[in-house]
């Protein structure tokens, strides 16, 4: 049987696959339920919003929980790992730019 243990050994640029994958996929699955749980707030977020956002989501949940993980960390780490910091702004930058507040509630979708 395949373990979870199995699974994180597989690594891109130090970060386990899996973990990736699974943020991924889970969001993938839970944004059309998110997405219309915001629509109720009048806070129209797409489906592919969801998908940019889901590592800068993951960074703030991490933080707010004091789970360090290696992402978190390197994350707040001040003195180096600049391509993450600059990827995880540039996610940020483009989820925050497909999500628009609507004025009524759009009973179509």
Do not use: C
């Not at 699974?7 to 130090?14: A, E, H, P, T, Y």
């Not at 707030?41 to 949940?61: A, E, H, N």
């Amino acid at each position: 049987m395949i373990t979870i243990k199995y699974l994180r050994q597989f690594r891109i640029g130090g970060y386990a696959a899996f973990d990736l994958v699974v943020a991924f996929l889970g969001i993938y699955l839970l944004s059309p339920l998110l997405s219309k749980l915001f629509l109720r707030l009048r806070v129209d977020i797409p489906k592919r919003s969801w998908l940019f956002l889901t590592l800068p989501i993951g960074i703030l949940v991490h933080l707010l929980t004091g789970n360090m993980t290696l992402m978190t960390k390197d994350f707040l780490d001040i003195q180096s790992h600049y391509v993450l910091k600059i990827l995880i702004l540039g996610l940020l930058i483009l989820g925050i730019k497909g999500i628009k507040i609507t004025k009524k509630i759009n009973q179509e979708k």
